[in-house]
């Protein structure tokens, strides 16, 4: 029998409430308006919160983009890019947030060594060869 040992995580921080929940916890740190204003806002005008995970190399750009443009918030810069690239319409949009791929090219080497290596097995294992039909 197998035992699960569940994986060790980092700690997470709560904060202390008061027993009247979060609403009992006084102001929020946006703008000084209580929790309670914010979040009858945030329902006012269908807010919801996103979250991304990503690498540093991405947050690194995000950071300059907020340094050239002088953005304090990400939340910020990353709705301007939104807007900015849904401005530019359906065809040139694409162009803004497509993924930048990468091209497979594959030698003359490799391409010789594969085409050898289905010769070498058409040969051990004959028969398994396409036959065109014929044209009657």
Known sequence: MRRFRPQQRKRQTWLALPASGIEGAGYSEDRGRTISQSSSKWIEYDEKELRHRCRIGTRQMLEELTAWNDIEEISEAVQNLILNAHA??????????????????????VA?????????????????EIIEPVAS
């Open 88 to 109: 530019l319409g359906h065809t040139l949009s694409y162009q803004a947030i497509e993924s930048p791929r990468h091209k497979i090219l594959i030698s003359e080497n």
């Open 112 to 128: 010789r060594m594969f085409h050898h290596e289905i010769l070498a097995e058409l040969k051990r294992h004959p028969g398994d």
